[in-house]
C-alpha cells in the first residue's frame, strides 16, 4: 500500500508519529522509481503489510531502479498452484500448465505434480532466499522432472557481479526481503548441471539496482529448457552468418561463420527467436 504526501512538513510528522509509536521504518532520499524522484519511507503495520509513505519531487524521463513483480495467468495458462492434483494430471484440452513460486513463500521438497506434467516454471526471487547447494540442486531436479520435454523454466532473480559476505542482506524498501544474492553466473552452472539446455539470461540490467560495499547487484532473468528428446524433433540445423569468425552459446555450442551445425531443437528456437536471430539461419 502507498500513501502520497503533499509537502515534506507532513511527511516529518507522519514519520514522527509512527517512530513515536515504536514502528520501525526505513528512509530513502532522492531516489529515483516509477519514473519520478521520491523521498519515502517504508514501515510494516501490525498486519505484516509494508507501507509505501513517499513525496513526490519531479518526474523523470527513466524508470528508475526500483521495480516490482506482477504475476500474472495469460490467457490460457492454468496456474498449478491453484488447482488440485487431478487437474495436474489432466489438463483442460488446449490449456498450458505451469507452477510458480515466490520469495517468502516455503520450498516444497517435491513438487505435486506428475512426471513431464508441467509447460513452464516460474521461480520469482526463490534463490534470494538463504539456500544451500544442496537445496538448490534438489529444487531444479523436481522442477526438470515435472517439466514436459521442450518446457520452460524462467528464474528472476537479483545477483551479484562478487561474492556477498557479512551474512544477511539487508536492503531498502520492498527489497528488504532479499536475503542473499548468488553470483551471476552460478544459476547458470546450477541449471547445466540439473540437464537443462537452452540456458540464457533473457535480462539482465547495464546498471546495478543496489550497490553493497562495491558489490553490483542487478536485476536478472533466466530461461532455460526441459530438453526434447522425441525422435525426429530433437535434433535442428543452424548456420551463423556472421560478423565474428565464431560464436559460442549458452549451452557451449560452438557456431564457426558459414558452417552448419546441428544442435538441440530447444538450442535452435532460443537462437531463431533471440535478440541476434538475424545473425542465424534455422532450418
Not at 3 to 16: F, G, H, N, Y
Not at 47 to 72: C, K, Q, R, T
Not at 182 to 200: C, E, G, I, W, Y
Not at 212 to 232: F, H, P, W
Amino acid at each position: 500500500m502507498g500513501l502520497r504526501l503533499l509537502d515534506s512538513a507532513a511527511m516529518l510528522a507522519t514519520e514522527r508519529r509512527l517512530v513515536a509509536a515504536g514502528a520501525s521504518i526505513q528512509r530513502e532520499e532522492g531516489v529515483e522509481c516509477c519514473n519520478s524522484r521520491q523521498t519515502k519511507f517504508w514501515v510494516h503495520d501490525p498486519d505484516g503489510v509494508l507501507w509505501e509513505i513517499y513525496l513526490l519531487h519531479e518526474d523523470i524521463d527513466h524508470f528508475g531502479a526500483g521495480s516490482e513483480v506482477v504475476s500474472v495467468t495469460p490467457a490460457g495458462e492454468t496456474s498449478a498452484s491453484k488447482i488440485d492434483k487431478s487437474e495436474v494430471d489432466e489438463p483442460e484440452s488446449g490449456s498450458r500448465l505451469f507452477w510458480e513460486h515466490s520469495l517468502g513463500t516455503e520450498i516444497p521438497t517435491r513438487l505435486p505434480f506428475a512426471d513431464g506434467s508441467l509447460d513452464e516454471v516460474r521461480l520469482n526471487g526463490t534463490f534470494n532466499t538463504a539456500l544451500d547447494e544442496v537445496t538448490i540442486t534438489s529444487l531444479l531436479r523436481e522442477v526438470y522432472r515435472s517439466l514436459k520435454e521442450g518446457g520452460v523454466v524462467k528464474l528472476h532473480t537479483l545477483v551479484a557481479d562478487r561474492p556477498v559476505g557479512g551474512g544477511e542482506l539487508s536492503l531498502p524498501g520492498p527489497a528488504s526481503v532479499v536475503k542473499a544474492t548468488p553470483m551471476q553466473d552460478f544459476l547458470v552452472r546450477a541449471l547445466r548441471a540439473s540437464q537443462f539446455t537452452a540456458v540464457r539470461f533473457t535480462k539482465f540490467k547495464a546498471s546495478p539496482c543496489f550497490v553493497v560495499d562495491e558489490i553490483q547487484l542487478r536485476e536478472s532473468m533466466l530461461e532455460a529448457r526441459k530438453v526434447l528428446r522425441g525422435t525426429g524433433h530433437e535434433k535442428r540445423l543452424v548456420l551463423y552468418k556472421g560478423p565474428m569468425a565464431e560464436v559460442r552459446d549458452g549451452a557451449g555450442n560452438i557456431f564457426a561463420c558459414g558452417e552448419w551445425v546441428t544442435v538441440a531443437a530447444p538450442v535452435a528456437e532460443t537462437l531463431r527467436d533471440g535478440p541476434n536471430a538475424e545473425m542465424f539461419v534455422v532450418v
